[in-house]
């Protein structure tokens, strides 16, 4: 996921003021009246015209801003008059007042001038400290509230061509005094300013799984910070003051929106999570980039190519044009008091494979009678195409890249046909024939298709490394302490992978872990195969990154089976490490998912066969059997030197396939 800002302020209009009150006749309280009001409000040239009410026009030309090349969105506006809301209000005794009220339209040379030139209202504005702000677009006027729904069916944009969207423009408080027969701005030298209140994110799609994949146009955003449906409250206060910005205090998001909880805590750290369901509008006369041809449901999907990797050239695996959205900031932190609460901002969608011969899936344990190019991961449910905690500024625009990442994971490789009690022990020789397929067995089913061989400690260890035992105990690990990050999280560690060796592919990489345990609890959360956080590793990468869920028998068992759950993050989880754990480890987030989202294995706490024959560092550990425990204390390389292979004791063993399934 790439945020980049790329354009300024949206078409802040800069407005002259000058209100001519019509007071000639002296109405009683209630009653209306009507001010001349002069306010002059500068645009770009206009060429069309807006679609509805609430929609303001924009077009798209390319502009060099600061050296750089952008797409930059400019207002067009063609009506004859344009529509607004106009709050009041009078600092001295709390009186407000929310009313319509019309601009006109003047086209002088190549700009374009808003005049407000009336103003009804109940309000005396001549008597007491009166403060005005506008709003033009985006909303409907409910009563004393500003109901805002942003377009959540999104076009294509493509420059110097018109485009609506429905965000809302608002200017600052402005103090307003009688001056002879005119109400005025108090400080006339600084003008009014319309200034976009959304933040505006380009969506662009992109492929890059070496599989050909198609995705559901519709899109699901989850975020604490955003949401498309809402009003402004206008709950004015006290801290009213000339030229004060305060339209975003008033914004509140649809209560409808807000995703149930039910654990207190999780919220705390979370904040409030609101839900905008995205569709990215099929426009069959505008080439998107995306694979179109021979496909017969294009309305409901977008396809692409399999992705050949960055030294190959591939096409149709991305979109060369983006999907406008404008979204309305929240203020997250009046739902959470969490002093380190951030943007949490989440996009989802559903993906699938559509190579006609993969058709297996891998949450399934008997994909492993199958041969394996004919898997395929399940992203069809709840994938996570993008996120972030970046701050963003109303009235930018920032491209959001929304993309397929999904490498076979090492969980994946791990032959797990017999899991759980079904897994059997066998001794040294017996183990390695059956892993290689030199030794057919008939509870082991494919395995003579010599894909196979048993896993080396780099590759076995990362996936079962945990450290429950010393966060049961509240302990430190590798001289890193172990910490209390709050209820229903109890206490957290990072740790690197033992020995910073992990085989991914042939390649030896560094790896950094995220845990979390509640002591006393069965179950431990962690967020695993990130990117090293210290980023000593130049060719780290996060496209195994994991989100885990480890069940044991006890806190601290030895034996008996232990459940590992899968969810794959990738590099489209950006959360910000302030609130990373807290918002994926915990069963808040984990309830939320389809059973087929996660890749479910259960394994025997015990001794396992390791291959030795396979290293590809000279300093890699070569070991020849391990433990899959619930210590995180790095293991030692162990071998029965003194032993014949033949006389070895009996241990469990897990075939690994040699080469990823794709």
Known sequence: MAILASLLCLSCSETNVDYDSNTGTTSSTGAVKTYDVDIEASTDNPENQAQTRANMPFKVSEENIKGKTVLYPKLNITQQTMPSVVVLYNKNDGKKEVVEANWTVKKEGSDVKLHLKQLSTTSNLTSGEWYIMGFMGGGEKKGDELEVNTETTINVIEKGKEFTTSCPFATTWRRIVKQGNKLKLNDERKKMVFKPQGVFLVLSLENRVGLDTKINRELTLESNAFCSSGSYKFNVGSNISDDADLAFSYWQANSAKAIPR??????????????????LNYESAKDDGSLRQGQSDLGSYIYFNSYKGASQAASKTKTNRGFLICLMPVDYKKTSNYNQIVNETLLFGKVDVTNPTRTNYTYDKSVYKTNPNTWKPFMNNRYLLASFSNELKKGFSYDVTLRIVRPTLPIERLWANRQGNAMETKKRAKAEGIAEGTQPNTNYPFLNSKLYRLPKYSEFIPIFNNPKVQLNQKQELGGVPSLDIGN???????????????????????????YCTVPGSNVMYAIMYCKQFNGKDAKGTNNYKVAVRMTFPSPEATSGEIKVET???????????????????????????DQKDIIVRTFQLGTYWLNTKNATDPYEKKSEYNDL?????????????NRSIFKRPPHYFLPWLKSPAW
């Open 629 to 641: 425990s619930p210590n995180g204390i790095a293991q030692d390389a162990n071998t029965y030197s």
């Open 262 to 279: 039910s654990s207190a805590e999780y919220k705390k750290y979370n904040a409030e999570h609101y839900t905008t369901n995205i569709k």
């Open 488 to 514: 229903e999280y109890g206490y957290a560690i990072t740790s690197d992978s033992h020995r910073y060796f992990v085989d991914i592919n042939g390649q030896q990489r560094k790896f950094s872990n995220w």
């Open 567 to 593: 969810y794959y993050l990738g590099p489209n989880y950006n959360l910000s490490l302030n609130v990373a754990g807290y918002y994926m480890c915990h069963e808040e987030f984990w309830k939320r998912l």
